[in-house]
């Protein structure tokens, strides 16, 4: 568990997704590996979906020239995404770091995390937001699925450039996830030099602020200077408020803390947060 992957696809957002790599690997003294999954093609020349396609009864020698046909997309795409790996590497490098590997590897990219999860520290991922005809921003399934698959932390970034964070944010809520998230950070190296908010999205009680004291007492044994707020309302407002007041953040929070059933219902702070976050989003189990 010491390498920082860095999952590049080759799209506008890959420099961003290297540049907070570099800067995860450098902070953790990490090696850095450049991930490219090429994801299997859904070609014709299989079983009955060849047949469905081309008609019952089609002829072998068409059959095995679709799967040959198939296999040379899947080369071509492993030829492409090596060269884009190679192409990059030199961004990498000219952050300072002395470790850059590479790795191109045919998989959906839930199950090739999964894959190299016990050799990673952190998975890198850019967001890529597409926006529904009616404006509503959609989280990209790839990351939804690797955040809910690996037991690693999970880095995305959300825009196509990347710029050093000058604090962090932690969404708190006094859950047993999220004194876990504070336990992690508390020790990582991470947060060297970066002061760090605590904020809390609840009702001003003596629980509440004893829950949040508890938190920033052990941020503070660290040596880490530690700002706490406690505000009512939604956590995914004032999460998002407090962050657009502090564009050079970095947002840290815990996984989903609920079953799938009841997201489905009600939702979940985490998908909305990754979904609509202006800055990056650390995500930690």
Same mark, same amino acid.
């Given at each position: 568990?010491?390498?920082?992957?860095?999952?590049?696809?080759?799209?506008?957002?890959?420099?961003?997704?290297?540049?907070?790599?570099?800067?995860?690997?450098?902070?953790?003294?990490?090696?850095?590996?450049?991930?490219?999954?090429?994801?299997?093609?859904?070609?014709?020349?299989?079983?009955?979906?060849?047949?469905?396609?081309?008609?019952?009864?089609?002829?072998?020698?068409?059959?095995?020239?679709?799967?040959?046909?198939?296999?040379?997309?899947?080369?071509?795409?492993?030829?492409?995404?090596?060269?884009?790996?190679?192409?990059?590497?030199?961004?990498?490098?000219?952050?300072?770091?002395?470790?850059?590997?590479?790795?191109? *590897?045919?998989?959906?990219?839930?199950?090739?995390?999964?894959?190299?999860?016990?050799?990673?520290?952190?998975?890198?991922?850019?967001?890529?937001?597409?926006?529904?005809?009616?404006? *509503?921003?959609?989280?990209?399934?790839?990351?939804?699925?690797?955040?809910?698959?690996?037991?690693?932390?999970?880095?995305?970034?959300?825009?196509?450039?990347?710029?050093?964070?000058?604090?962090?944010?932690?969404?708190?809520?006094?859950?047993?996830?999220?004194?876990?998230?504070?336990?992690?950070?508390?020790?990582?190296?991470?947060?060297?030099?970066?002061?760090?908010?605590?904020?809390?999205?609840?009702?001003?009680?003596?629980?509440?602020?004893?829950?949040?004291?508890?938190?920033?007492?052990?941020?503070?044994?660290?040596? *880490?200077?530690?700002?706490?707020?406690?505000?009512?309302?939604?956590?995914?407002?004032?999460?998002?408020?407090?962050?657009?007041?502090?564009?050079?953040?970095?947002?840290?929070?815990?996984?989903?803390?609920?079953? *799938?059933?009841?997201?489905?219902?009600?939702?979940?702070?985490?998908?909305?947060?990754?979904?609509?976050?202006?800055?990056?989003?650390?995500?930690?189990?």
């Amino acid at each position: 568990m010491n390498k920082v992957y860095a999952c590049i696809d080759g799209r506008a957002n890959t420099t961003a997704v290297i540049d907070a790599a570099a800067w995860a690997a450098l902070r953790l003294s990490c090696p850095l590996m450049l991930a490219h999954v090429v994801e299997p093609q859904v070609g014709l020349a299989t079983g009955l979906d060849a047949n469905a396609a081309i008609g019952l009864g089609a002829p072998d020698v068409l059959l095995q020239q679709l799967s040959e046909l198939d296999a040379q997309r899947t080369q071509l795409a492993q030829e492409a995404g090596r060269r884009m790996v190679s192409a990059v590497q030199a961004r990498a490098a000219e952050a300072g770091l002395s470790q850059v590997e590479s790795v191109v *590897r045919t998989d959906e990219l839930s199950e090739a995390t999964q894959a190299w999860q016990n050799d990673a520290r952190v998975f890198v991922l850019g967001q890529n937001r597409d926006t529904a005809p009616r404006g *509503r921003r959609h989280l990209d399934h790839h990351i939804e699925r690797v955040v809910r698959s690996v037991s690693r932390t999970v880095l995305v970034v959300p825009v196509d450039t990347f710029t050093a964070p000058d604090q962090i944010v932690v969404a708190y809520d006094g859950s047993p996830t999220a004194q876990r998230v504070v336990e992690r950070l508390a020790a990582s190296p991470i947060l060297t030099g970066l002061p760090v908010t605590l904020l809390m999205v609840a009702h001003d009680t003596p629980d509440n602020r004893a829950t949040l004291l508890t938190a920033r007492q052990k941020l503070e044994a660290e040596g *880490r200077h530690v700002e706490t707020l406690l505000s009512p309302g939604t956590p995914e407002t004032e999460i998002l408020n407090l962050l657009g007041q502090r564009p050079r953040s970095l947002l840290a929070m815990g996984a989903y803390g609920h079953s *799938r059933i009841r997201e489905f219902i009600v939702g979940s702070t985490t998908t909305t947060l990754l979904r609509l976050s202006p800055v990056p989003v650390m995500v930690l189990r």
